[in-house]
C-alpha cells in the first residue's frame, strides 16, 4: 500500500534555530514529493516540490532533499522565526496513482519568540 | 488573493439539508481537484476533473457530487450528509492534470459542520 508518513507529529523549537522535518514513503516509484505549509484555517502553500530525477530542491531558507531509495524527504529550514510556525505537509505522486496526491498526517510547528 | 477562491468559507447544515461548495480558479488551469481534510487523518482527494471531465472519484458516496461546468468552476453538491462528513473541503487547480511536475494551488476551503 502506497502511503506517507510525517513523524512527529508536533514539534517545538526555539525562534532561530534550524528545523528539521521528516517525510517517509512506502514506494520509491514516484513522480513528484511534494512540501506544503498550512496555517491554521487556511487552504495549503505549496513550498517545494522535488521530481523523482532530483536530489534536493531550494527556496530561501528552505531547502528539501528526496532520497528515492531509502523512501525519506527532509525539509530544512534555517534560522527559524515564529511566522514559520504552522503545519507542513509532505505529498507523493507515486507511479500508478494517476493524479491522486497522497500525503502525511503533517508536522505542526511552533517557533518560541 | 490565492488565485483560487472557495465560497461559503464555513457551512453548517442538518443532514437533511441539501448545499452547495463552489471553487472558482483564476490561474488558467485545466484541472481541479476535491480534497477533504478531517481530523486526525491525512488529508484525501476526492475527485479529479481534467478539461471538464471527470478523471477521478477515489470511491467517494454519492451524496457528494461534483459538478464542473468550465475549466474555470467546480462545485460540490452535498445531500444527505452524516456527522462524519463534518470536515475541511479544499479545493485545488493545476495547469493539467496528467501534469506531473506542476504544483497544485489550493483555495482556503470551505469549513462543513453536519448537525
Known amino acids: 500500500k502506497q502511503e506517507v508518513t510525517q513523524i512527529p507529529a508536533a514539534l517545538s523549537v526555539p525562534e532561530g534555530e534550524n528545523l528539521v522535518l521528516n517525510c517517509s514513503f512506502t514506494?520509491?516509484?514516484?513522480?513528484?514529493l511534494q512540501w506544503f505549509r498550512q496555517d491554521p484555517g487556511k487552504g495549503l502553500t505549496s513550498l517545494l516540490l522535488?521530481?523523482?530525477?532530483?536530489r534536493e530542491q531550494t527556496s530561501g531558507r528552505l531547502n528539501a532533499s528526496l532520497d528515492k531509495s531509502s523512501g525519506r524527504s527532509t525539509l530544512y529550514i534555517a534560522a527559524s522565526q515564529p511566522g514559520d510556525s504552522a503545519t507542513y505537509l509532505c505529498?507523493?505522486?507515486?507511479?500508478?496513482?494517476?493524479?491522486?496526491?497522497?500525503f502525511g498526517g503533517g508536522t505542526r510547528v511552533l517557533v518560541k519568540p | 488573493e490565492t488565485g483560487v477562491t472557495q465560497t461559503p468559507r464555513h457551512l453548517v447544515m442538518g443532514m437533511t439539508n441539501k448545499k452547495s461548495l463552489k471553487c472558482e480558479q483564476h490561474?488558467?488551469?485545466?484541472?481541479m481537484y476535491w480534497y477533504k481534510q478531517s481530523a486526525k487523518k491525512p488529508l484525501e482527494l476526492m475527485f479529479v476533473?481534467?478539461?471538464?471531465?471527470?478523471?477521478e472519484n477515489n470511491s467517494v458516496p454519492s451524496r457528494f457530487s461534483p459538478e464542473c461546468p468550465n475549466s474555470s468552476h467546480l462545485f460540490l453538491h452535498l445531500h444527505t450528509l452524516q456527522p462524519e462528513d463534518s470536515a475541511l473541503y479544499l479545493c485545488?487547480?493545476?495547469?493539467?492534470?496528467?501534469?506531473?511536475?506542476?504544483?497544485?494551488?489550493f483555495g482556503d476551503g470551505t469549513r462543513l459542520s453536519i448537525l
Open positions: 476533473y481534467n478539461f471538464k471531465e471527470q478523471t
Open positions: 514506494d520509491s516509484a514516484i513522480y513528484n
Open positions: 522535488i521530481q523523482s530525477s532530483q
Open positions: 490561474l488558467g488551469h485545466n484541472a
Open positions: 505529498a507523493v505522486l507515486f507511479v500508478g496513482a494517476g493524479n491522486k496526491l497522497t
Open positions: 485545488a487547480s493545476s495547469p493539467e492534470g496528467g501534469s506531473r511536475n506542476q504544483p497544485q494551488h
